[in-house]
Structures are given as structure tokens and as C-alpha cells.
């Protein structure tokens, strides 16, 4: 079955912390895995797919196959950080819109 | 240029109602999804119309129907409203699926009472 598990409903942390959001999934195949983020009162975001290995926001992460994991990480967590995640995945070479999406993580910054 | 827009933002409906939202993707997208968030099942796919077409099609009850029309401009339907259909409905574009970015819409929020 495909499926995104994010085990975190809430972290919270202080500013300057580094910060880990967990993702795994399950998926035969060759999923493609992002992480979307939604600041409050704003609509969902794409934060970062795991094909293009970019650095945004000073986020980053990297996909584990072995693990089937996609954490999320930045090193310094600033209070503008404080938003909901959600990892999700897609079937790797299909280019569909059909995303499927772990339940979310809400990270708080406190000052 | 404009985001995805949805409408209507808000409304009410009555259990044993139908309703139709509706979805204007980016200019130029033609793939346009629905997804249905929920506090307890969090954002479930719906489905996925490219070129009038249905791509892809998650497990929801025939209830939940749509569709596409030559300007890419979407509308989503559910018939005989359950009170378990109290939602938010959120369209997504992009230009022609998860190749490309997908932008979301901000919802529609529908309460069946």
C-alpha cells in the first residue's frame, strides 16, 4: 500500500535549534517525495522535492531508499519557520497530479 | 499572474444536497487536481483531470464526481451530502502534473448540516 507517515503531530523547539521533521513511506516502486509547507492563513506551498537537491529556506532533505525515509532538516530554526509540513509522495515517472500526503507535523519556534 | 482560485470560499449545505465547487487553475495549467482535507484524515486525493480527461482517480464513493472543461477550468461535485463530507476542498494546478510545481488553491470550506 502507498502510504506517508509523518509520527509527529506537533514539535516544538526553540529558536536557533536544529530541527527534524520525520518522514517515511511505503511504495513499490520509485516514488517521488516532496515536502509542502503551509503558513497560516496562506494557501499549501511546495517547499522542496527530493529531485532537484535544493536548499530552501535553509531546509534540506534527502531521500533514504533503504530507510524509506525523506526527513526534513535546517540546522537553525527561525521563528518564521513556525508553519505545517506535510511530506507527500508521487509514482516517480508517472507526471501525474495525484499526490498522496503524510497526516502533517505543525513545528513551533518559540523565541 | 494569478494563483489558483476557488470558489465559493465558504458555505453551508443540508444533509441530502448536492453541491458544485469550482476551480480556476493558472493560466496555462492543464492538470488539475482535488484533494479533501480533513482534521481526521488529513488530505486525501480525490482526483486528477489533464485535458478533460480523468487521469487518476483516489477511493472516494461515486458521490464525488468532476470535471474538466477546454479552458481547464474545473468543477467538483457531491451529490446526496452526508455530514461526514464537512471539508476542505482544495484544487491544485500545475502544468502537467508532479513534473512540474503544483499549486494549490486556498479551499473551499463546506459544512453539511
Known amino acids: 500500500a502507498q502510504r506517508v507517515t509523518q509520527p509527529e503531530k506537533l514539535l516544538s523547539v526553540f529558536k536557533g535549534a536544529p530541527v527534524e521533521l520525520k518522514c517515511n513511506y511505503s511504495y513499490s516502486g520509485s516514488p517521488e517525495l516532496f515536502w509542502y509547507v503551509q503558513y497560516s492563513r496562506q494557501r499549501l506551498q511546495l517547499l522542496l522535492r527530493h529531485i532537484s537537491r535544493e536548499s530552501i529556506k535553509g531546509f534540506t532533505a534527502d531521500l533514504n531508499k533503504g530507510e524509506t525515509s525523506f526527513h526534513l532538516k535546517k540546522p537553525f530554526a527561525q521563528e518564521e519557520d513556525s508553519a505545517m509540513y506535510y511530506c507527500?509522495?508521487?509514482?516517480?515517472?508517472?507526471?501525474?497530479?495525484?499526490?498522496?500526503f503524510g497526516q502533517g507535523t505543525t513545528l513551533q519556534v518559540k523565541p | 499572474k494569478a494563483g489558483v482560485t476557488q470558489t465559493p470560499r465558504y458555505l453551508i449545505k443540508t444533509r441530502g444536497q448536492q453541491v458544485t465547487l469550482s476551480c480556476s487553475p493558472i493560466s496555462g495549467h492543464r492538470s488539475v487536481s482535488w484533494y479533501q482535507q480533513t482534521p481526521g484524515q488529513g488530505l486525501q486525493f480525490l482526483f486528477e483531470y489533464f485535458s478533460e480527461t480523468q487521469r487518476n482517480k483516489g477511493n472516494f464513493p461515486g458521490r464525488f464526481s468532476g470535471r474538466q472543461f477546454s479552458n481547464s477550468r474545473s468543477e467538483m461535485n457531491v451529490s446526496t451530502l452526508e455530514l461526514g463530507d464537512s471539508a476542505l476542498y482544495l484544487c491544485?494546478?500545475?502544468?502537467?502534473?508532479?513534473?512540474?510545481?503544483?499549486?494549490f488553491g486556498e479551499g473551499s470550506w463546506l459544512t453539511v448540516v
Open positions: 491544485a494546478s500545475s502544468l502537467q502534473g508532479s513534473g512540474n510545481t503544483i499549486y
Open positions: 507527500a509522495l508521487t509514482h516517480g515517472s508517472s507526471n501525474t497530479g495525484k499526490l498522496i
